[in-house]
T-cell receptor, first 117, second 115 residues
Framework: GAVVSQHPSWVICKSGTSVKIECRSL??????MFWYRQFPKQSLMLMAT?????????EQGVEKDKFLINHASLTLSTLTVTSAHPEDSSFYIC?????????????FGPGTRLLVL | AQSVTQLDSQVPVFEEAPVELRCNYS??????LFWYVQYPNQGLQLLLK????STLVESINGFEAEFNKSQTSFHLRKPSVHISDTAEYFC?????????????WGLGTSLAVNP
C-alpha cells in the first residue's frame, strides 16, 4: 500500500519550453502533496505544499509563477516548470500524505529527472 | 523551529559488519521521526518511523532505530549490513500538530558497503 507514481521519469527539453510532471497516489487519497527538488549529492529541498482543491503554499525563494502546482483531485497533483532554463535541470520528487493512510507519513514517488538544454 | 543533524556524511563499512547512522534533532515540541532510504537514481522509501509508543522501531530488512528523548536522538542501526544496503539515508522530523506536517530533513548519510 501507499504507492505514489510520477510521470515522466525522465524528460529532456529545450530552453524556453514548459514541462509538466504528474504525481499520483495509486492506492490512497492524498489530502496533501509535497513537491521537492534535489540537487546531486544533496538533501531534499521543499518547494511547495499543495492541498486538494486549494492553492499551493510555496516555500520562500520558490517562484510560484515559474513552478505552477495544481492539485485538482485527491489522487493527482501536477508541477509545471514554465519557460524552463538549464538552471532548472534537477531531480524533482513528489510525496503524498493521506488522512486514511497514516496522515503523519509522506510517501514518495520515484522522482523525475529534468534536463533542460 | 526544528532542525536535524546527521553527524556523518559518509559511512564506509565492510559487508556483514554492524553499522550505526547517527541522527540528532532539536525541537521545542513533540515530533515524529523518520528514516528514509534513497537508492541511486530513485525516489525515497520509508525505512521506519517513530510516532509514539515503543521507542525501538524496526524495519522489515533488519534496520532498527531507537528514539531517545533525553538525548534527542534517533540513530539507525543494523547488526550486519549487505552490499545491497548501499544507499543514501535521510533522517527527518515533523511536528505532531496540524494537518500539513512538513518534514525537516537532515543532509543525508551515504552508506557504502564494501565486500
Amino acid at each position: 500500500g501507499a504507492v505514489v507514481s510520477q510521470h515522466p521519469s525522465w524528460v529532456i527539453c529545450k530552453s524556453g519550453t514548459s514541462v509538466k510532471i504528474e504525481c499520483r497516489s495509486l492506492d490512497f487519497q492524498a489530502t496533501t502533496m509535497f513537491w521537492y527538488r534535489q540537487f546531486p549529492k544533496q538533501s531534499l529541498m521543499l518547494m511547495a505544499t499543495s492541498n486538494e482543491g486549494s492553492k499551493a503554499t510555496y516555500e520562500q525563494g520558490v517562484e510560484k509563477d515559474k513552478f505552477l502546482i495544481n492539485h485538482a483531485s485527491l489522487t493527482l497533483s501536477t508541477l509545471t516548470v514554465t519557460s524552463a532554463h538549464p538552471e532548472d535541470s534537477s531531480f524533482y520528487i513528489c510525496s503524498a500524505q493521506g488522512a486514511a493512510h497514516s496522515q503523519e507519513t509522506q510517501y514518495f514517488g520515484p522522482g523525475t529527472r529534468l534536463l533542460v538544454l | 523551529a526544528q532542525s536535524v543533524t546527521q553527524l556523518d556524511s559518509q559511512v564506509p563499512v565492510f559487508e556483514e559488519a554492524p553499522v550505526e547512522l547517527r541522527c540528532n534533532y532539536s525541537s521545542s515540541v513533540s515530533v515524529y521521526l523518520f528514516w528514509y532510504v534513497q537508492y541511486p537514481n530513485q525516489g525515497l522509501q520509508l525505512l521506519l518511523k517513530y510516532l509514539s509508543g515503543s521507542t525501538l522501531v524496526e524495519s522489515i530488512n533488519g534496520f532498527e532505530a531507537e528514539f531517545n528523548k533525553s538525548q534527542t536522538s534517533f540513530h539507525l542501526r543494523k547488526p550486519s549490513v549487505h552490499i545491497s544496503d548501499t544507499a543514501e539515508y535521510f533522517c527527518a522530523v515533523s511536528t505532531n500538530a496540524g494537518n500539513n506536517r512538513k518534514l525537516i530533513w537532515g543532509l543525508g548519510t551515504s552508506l557504502a558497503v564494501n565486500p
